[in-house]
Nanobody, 124 residues
Framework: VQLQASGGGLVQAGGSLRLSCAASERTFSSLPVAWFRQAPGKEREFVAAKRESNGATRYSDSVKGRFTISRDNAKNTVYLDMSSLKPEDTALYYC??????????????????WGQGTQVTVSS
């Protein structure tokens, strides 16, 4: 499966943005998916994950209550709705997928398929 992320842009602090990640195959609905982000000079960090079909979700503490991960299996697409954005949310955002759920979902090394990244910049 191939992933293509989109929807990034420049937004003011407090604003909202929706990221999309489109998959190339219908089997996408059976795959766990996740969003990670990487700021300049920092390691890639976990943002959110969602189990296959419309299963359980997980969020990092830094985005919990502000970001929502969802998926539309009919469109082979996963979304990341971001609200109350802060300058520290500025990063390159990546979507990822793997064959089955891992208890180490928060680790970038657990995910096998990656999208190309979409830039989110939050101005103060």
């Amino acid at each position: 499966v191939q992933l293509q992320a989109s929807g990034g842009g420049l937004v003011q602090a407090g604003g909202s943005l929706r990221l999309s990640c489109a998959a190339s195959e219908r089997t996408f609905s059976s795959l766990p998916v996740a969003w990670f982000r990487q700021a300049p000079g920092k390691e890639r960090e976990f943002v959110a994950a969602k189990r296959e079909s419309n299963g359980a979700t997980r969020y990092s503490d830094s985005v919990k209550g502000r970001f929502t991960i969802s998926r539309d299996n009919a469109k082979n697409t996963v979304y990341l709705d971001m609200s109350s954005l802060k300058p520290e949310d500025t990063a390159l955002y990546y979507c990822a997928a793997r064959a089955y759920w891992s208890v180490n979902y928060y680790s970038p090394t657990e995910w096998r398929v990656w999208g190309q990244g979409t830039q989110v910049t939050v101005s103060s």
